[in-house]
Nanobody
Framework: VQLQASGGGMVQAGGSLRLSCAAS????????MGWFRQAPGKEREFVAA????????NYADSVKGRFTIARDNAKNTVYLQMSSLKPEDTAVYFC????????????WGQGTLITVSS
């Protein structure tokens, strides 16, 4: 599976952005899609995840109520709608796919930078 992320950019605190992650290849083997982020000087951290077939979503406490993950299976795309952005949300955001019968995220897209100014 190949993943292509897009939608990063600069935004002021309190603003909104939407990230997209388009999947191609053997998408029928995707179990979960997730978003992760890595801020400068910090380790990569989990942001949100959603079952590829829909339904269950999971969020990091730091983004609950502000970020929403959604998927469009017809377009093989997962979105991350981010609202009420804070400077501490500044990071490179990555989408990733966990495949069926896998216990980890094996496929990663390139990162997209989000910069939130105060």
């Amino acid at each position: 599976v190949q993943l292509q992320a897009s939608g990063g950019g600069m935004v002021q605190a309190g603003g909104s952005l939407r990230l997209s992650c388009a999947a191609s290849g053997r998408t029928f083997r995707i179990y979960t899609m997730g978003w992760f982020r890595q801020a400068p000087g910090k380790e990569r951290e989990f942001v949100a995840a959603i079952l590829w077939t829909g339904g269950s979503q999971n969020y990091a406490d730091s983004v609950k109520g502000r970020f929403t993950i959604a998927r469009d299976n017809a377009k093989n795309t997962v979105y991350l709608q981010m609202s009420s952005l804070k400077p501490e949300d500044t990071a490179v955001y990555f989408c990733a796919a966990r495949m069926l019968y896998s216990s980890s995220y094996d496929n990663w897209g390139q990162g997209t930078l989000i910069t939130v100014s105060s």
